[in-house]
């Protein structure tokens, strides 16, 4: 029977935006982190999957914030297998402010069980399923974001050459780095609006996100150049869902999907705010 793996971080300043809010790449690197640890703990480290030439591929992620998390802030995450079968495995994950008990951001990844030698999914071992599951304990989560196949007419595109930085040990863009894609990608099309970085400022306003889930389809390598997609979705109460398609051109494969719902946030308030009507009406 799987248990409980935690783990302290403490918030680097360059972990942070320029508001000293913990930028959501790094609160996936932390997760992704915790993954690899959990495993660890459980005696099945890096060497023991190289050995058998078996690794796990994330295939969807689903991340929700409940609060800013700030530079200087000391977290403790918390992560279990909340269930495995077949090829498929599900890691829970839960932050909290180290001796504060209100979860601040919480998440959930589908990993699937790879042969390295092949690039195939594979049958989970057993001896695995018995290690890892943690059945004791849930995970409640929102209703999942939509995931959109087709981009839509109006979307926003820019172009990204993947580079030395975004590639990790398994030769592909790390998880987390699509993140850093897509966001770079909405501030580029809040520029493109009429919103740009120096607007956002004076009108004392920042567009933070609540909640992402991104679907992972192939994996990008080095040098290839990607198409990112980005246009808005439906509005909600105080900010609206952004979805985002990342293809590769040379061989029209869709690399990942993905939908954020995002919230605007006043920077004199500290506080949720209503959309900005100009930024909400804003055709992009």
Same mark, same amino acid.
């Given at each position: 029977?799987?248990?409980?793996?935690?783990?302290?971080?403490? !918030? *680097?300043?360059?972990?942070?935006?320029?508001?000293?809010?913990? #930028?959501?790449?790094?609160?996936? #690197?932390?997760?992704?982190?915790?993954?690899?640890?959990?495993?660890?703990?459980?005696?099945?480290?890096?060497?023991?999957?190289?050995?058998?030439?078996?690794?796990?591929?994330?295939?969807?992620?689903?991340?929700?914030? /409940?609060?800013?998390?700030?530079?200087?802030?000391?977290?403790?995450?918390?992560?279990?297998? $909340?269930?495995?079968?077949?090829? *498929?495995?599900? *890691?829970?994950? @839960?932050?909290?402010?180290?001796?504060?008990?209100?979860?601040? &951001?919480?998440?959930?990844?589908?990993?699937? /069980?790879?042969?390295?030698?092949?690039?195939?999914?594979? =049958?989970?071992?057993?001896?695995?399923?018995?290690?890892?599951? %943690?059945?004791?304990?849930?995970?409640?989560?929102?209703?999942?974001?939509?995931?959109?196949?087709? &981009?839509? &007419?109006?979307?926003?595109? !820019? @172009?990204?050459?993947?580079?030395?930085?975004?590639?990790?040990?398994?030769?592909?863009?790390?998880?987390?780095?699509?993140?850093?894609?897509?966001?770079? =990608?909405?501030?580029?099309?809040?520029?493109?609006?009429?919103?740009?970085?120096? #607007?956002?400022?004076?009108?004392? +306003?920042?567009?933070?996100?609540?909640?992402? *889930?991104?679907? %992972?389809?192939?994996?990008?390598?080095?040098?290839?150049?990607?198409?990112? +997609?980005?246009?808005?979705?439906?509005?909600?109460?105080? $900010?609206?869902?952004?979805? %985002?398609?990342?293809? #590769?051109?040379?061989?029209?494969?869709?690399?990942?999907?993905?939908?954020?719902?995002?919230?605007?946030?006043?920077?004199?308030?500290?506080?949720?705010?209503?959309?900005?009507?100009? &930024?909400?009406?804003?055709?992009?």
């Amino acid at each position: 029977m799987g248990a409980l793996h935690k783990q302290s971080f403490l !918030v *680097r300043f360059d972990e942070c935006d320029a508001q000293g809010y913990l #930028r959501s790449i790094s609160l996936f #690197r932390y997760l992704q982190e915790m993954a690899i640890r959990g495993s660890d703990a459980l005696g099945y480290d890096q060497a023991w999957y190289k050995t058998r030439q078996r690794l796990w591929v994330a295939s969807d992620t689903q991340v929700e914030s /409940f609060s800013p998390i700030l530079y200087g802030d000391e977290l403790e995450i918390t992560t279990w297998v $909340g269930s495995a079968q077949k090829i *498929r495995g599900v *890691r829970n994950y @839960e932050v909290r402010r180290q001796g504060d008990d209100t979860i601040i &951001a919480q998440g959930q990844t589908s990993w699937i /069980f790879i042969d390295s030698s092949t690039g195939r999914p594979t =049958a989970i071992p057993p001896e695995l399923i018995n290690a890892f599951v %943690y059945p004791s304990k849930q995970l409640t989560s929102s209703e999942a974001l939509p995931i959109l196949s087709a &981009a839509s &007419a109006n979307a926003f595109t !820019v @172009e990204k050459k993947v580079d030395w930085l975004d590639i990790d040990q398994a030769l592909h863009v790390n998880n987390a780095a699509y993140i850093g894609y897509i966001e770079t =990608a909405q501030m580029q099309t809040l520029a493109a609006g009429g919103w740009p970085f120096t #607007r956002l400022l004076q009108e004392k +306003s920042w567009l933070v996100p609540q909640r992402y *889930r991104l679907e %992972y389809k192939l994996p990008a390598e080095l040098g290839d150049i990607l198409s990112i +997609s980005v246009w808005k979705g439906n509005s909600t109460s105080n $900010g609206y869902l952004c979805h %985002y398609i990342i293809t #590769r051109p040379r061989d029209n494969a869709t690399i990942l999907r993905a939908t954020v719902q995002y919230q605007w946030f006043s920077l004199e308030k500290q506080q949720q705010i209503t959309d900005p009507v100009e &930024a909400n009406s804003t055709n992009w």
